[in-house]
C-alpha cells in the first residue's frame, strides 16, 4: 500500500464523517496566567474540527503565537484582529502537520515576526514554511520551556510554563492521537508519554479540546490505552502471516468503522514496533505473524 501523507488520511475521515456542528464565532479566552487560547477552524481529524492557538504573553503583549494552524482567511482574520491590539513577536510550532501550520507563514509574514520549530519540523516544512529559528529540548523561548516529545511527529515539541504544558498532539482534549508509521514511531511516542509523566504535574493545553486538568491522569490513561492496544495486536498475531485487513477487525473491532484507514496506519505502528522488539515477524511483503 502507497503511503498516504497525514492530511489525505485526516480528508479522508472528514469526508465519511457526519457533518461539523454549525460554527460558532471563535472568541479569546484565557486559560492559564499569561496564556490564552483561540480555536479556529482547520482541516483536522473529526470529531475535531478546531485547531487551538495559544497565545502566551502578558495581556497587552507581546505574545508568541502557537500553532496558528487555520488556512481559512476569514479565521485568520478573527487572529488577525486580536493582535491589532495585542503585538506579536514570534510564531511557535508544536509540528509540521497541516493543521497546526496552515497559517504559519501567512501570519508572519504579515506581522514581521520569526517562525521558531524544532529542527525535523524545518526540514519537513521546506518550500512551506520558512522556520527561521530551531528550537531544541530545555531550549527557553518567551518564558516557555520547549519539551521535545518525539513519536506522532518527529520534530514534536510542547511547551511548559509555571504548571502548563502546552501539549500539541501529545493528547487531545477531543477525539484521538494518530501514529502514523509514515511520520510517526509508535516506541517513541510512548517514551514521549513517559517523559512528559516523570516531569511535575501539568495541565495540559491539547491542540484540539478544552484543557486537561489532570495531565498525569490523561497521561496514564493514554499509556494504559496504548498498551490494551499492542496486546490486542499481539493477541490478533497467528503462526500463518496474515494482511494487515486481516489483522485489523481483531485488534480494532471496538473501533468505529469510519475511523478504520486511520486504526489501519495504527495498526502499522503497533507492529513496527513489535517487529523492532523481537515480538513480530514481517515476511518483508505485506503479512504479518508472531
Ligand atoms: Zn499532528
Not at 26 to 43: C, D, F, K, N, S
Not at 143 to 151: D, E, F, N, R, S
Not at 218 to 244: D, N
Amino acid at each position: 500500500m502507497a503511503i498516504r501523507s497525514i492530511e489525505t488520511l485526516y480528508e479522508q475521515v472528514r469526508n465519511a464523517a457526519p457533518a461539523a456542528a454549525p460554527y460558532e464565532t471563535a472568541t479569546v479566552e484565557a486559560v492559564a496566567p499569561g496564556i490564552r487560547v483561540l480555536a479556529l477552524r482547520t482541516p483536522t481529524l473529526p470529531p475535531a474540527a478546531h485547531t487551538n492557538v495559544y497565545l502566551v504573553g502578558p495581556e497587552i503583549g507581546p505574545v508568541a503565537v502557537v500553532d496558528p494552524g487555520s488556512p481559512y482567511p476569514d479565521q485568520q482574520a478573527v487572529l488577525d484582529q486580536f493582535l491589532a491590539q495585542v503585538p506579536i513577536d514570534l510564531v511557535l510550532l508544536t509540528h509540521h502537520h497541516g493543521d497546526h501550520i496552515g497559517g504559519a507563514a501567512a501570519l508572519a509574514a504579515r506581522w514581521g515576526v520569526p517562525i521558531a520549530a524544532h529542527a525535523a519540523t524545518a526540514r519537513r516544512l521546506e518550500g512551506i514554511v520558512e522556520v527561521t529559528s530551531l528550537l531544541g529540548d530545555g531550549d527557553r523561548v518567551h518564558g516557555l520551556t520547549a519539551v521535545h516529545t518525539p513519536g506522532h511527529a518527529e520534530g514534536h515539541l510542547c511547551f511548559e510554563q509555571d504548571g502548563f504544558t502546552i501539549a500539541g498532539d501529545m493528547v487531545a482534549g477531543i477525539g484521538t492521537i494518530l501514529i502514523d508509521p509514515s511520520e510517526g514511531d509508535m516506541a517513541l511516542y510512548l517514551a514521549s508519554l513517559e517523559l512528559l509523566l516523570a516531569r511535575p504535574a501539568a495541565t495540559l493545553l491539547p491542540a484540539h479540546g478544552p484543557p486537561i486538568v489532570d495531565g498525569p491522569a490523561k497521561l496514564r490513561e493514554y499509556l494504559a490505552h496504548r498498551r490494551m492496544r499492542e496486546a490486542r495486536v499481539v493477541a490478533a498475531l497467528g503462526e500463518t502471516p496474515a494482511l494487515l485487513d486481516e489483522l485489523l477487525p481483531a485488534a480494532y473491532g471496538d473501533t468505529p468503522r469510519m475511523m478504520w484507514p486511520l486504526a489501519e496506519r495504527s495498526l502499522r505502528a503497533h507492529l513496527d514496533k513489535l517487529v523492532n522488539e523481537g515480538r513480530a515477524r514481517f515476511d518483508g511483503a505485506a503479512r504479518w505473524s508472531r
